[in-house]
């Protein structure tokens, strides 16, 4: 019943036994998982593990520590990669200015070339920002006077603020397990309010795995953790909850209902 909208199951952690981890995503709920694409070179394998089985979708994306070496990779190439009928999303895309892995200028061009790309195809388009909020911002209201797109910031964990620039914007919010975290208490206080109908939830697995879990290698089954938890600071049973969070998926991700 739940769906972990964002998820790693190409990375070292998952790989090694892919059909075992997806075999405990079934066992504890998980009725869907969405296989997040982050360089060229892993658009293949992305999109294959998706064709093993019709609740595994993709997406084609490079995430922003990717952007110097992916000059190539503009918008046409992504909507063309994104025709595949499993790739559902655009990204993840955005900006990273904590590790400043690629220059800024490229983290920010590329950024608005997967923004057209998702704003062409129509697909969502799945952000990842750190210690960049106000230029991610900037960018999302800039492009979306353009022409609106719909999406989502994965893995939320920035200001309030900026969820709500996110939430005018028409984004969803997907929460991943640092929530469950004890040095979390901003991001509890956030979450506990975003918009029923705008919220999903995430691994982002192999990484960030939540209480109980903290020290392992994170996977999809592991949402069932974040769910439970996001219900109580809610004040809703996690059945209400996963079918909540489920429906938002569909919702957004009109390409996987289809």
Not at 80 to 105: C, F, M, Q
Request: hydrophobic letters at 40%.
């Amino acid at each position: 019943m739940f769906i972990d909208s964002h998820c790693h199951l190409n990375y070292k952690g998952l790989i090694e036994d892919q059909d075992a981890v997806l075999e405990r995503a079934h066992a504890a709920g998980v009725s869907g998982m969405l296989n997040i694409s982050t360089r060229r070179r892993e658009w293949d394998a992305i999109v294959a593990t998706a064709e093993k089985a019709p609740n595994i979708w993709a997406t084609i994306g490079i995430h922003p520590h990717e952007a110097d070496d992916h000059v190539d990779v503009d918008t046409q190439l992504l909507v063309d990669a994104s025709a595949h009928p499993k790739v559902i999303g655009i990204g993840e895309t955005g900006l990273d200015y904590y590790y400043d892995h690629s220059d800024r200028d490229r983290q920010r061009s590329s950024f608005r070339a997967h923004i057209a790309a998702a704003r062409e195809t129509g697909l969502p388009l799945i952000v990842h920002t750190r210690d960049a909020e106000a230029d991610t911002a900037e960018i999302l209201r800039e492009e979306m006077g353009k022409g609106r797109f719909p999406g989502v910031i994965h893995c939320f964990t920035a200001s309030r603020e900026f969820g709500d620039i996110a939430l005018e914007l028409g984004f969803f919010i997907s929460i991943s397990g640092i929530v469950t975290f004890k040095s979390a208490a901003d991001l509890q206080a956030t979450a506990a309010q975003i918009p029923a109908d705008r919220l999903l939830i995430e691994t982002d697995s192999p990484f960030l795995a939540p209480v109980p879990h903290r020290g392992k290698s994170c996977e999809p089954a592991y949402v069932a953790d974040t769910a439970r938890f996001l219900a109580d600071l809610r004040g809703v049973s996690v059945e209400t909850l996963a079918h909540q969070t489920r429906d938002n998926f569909f919702h957004l991700f009109k390409k996987a209902e289809a």
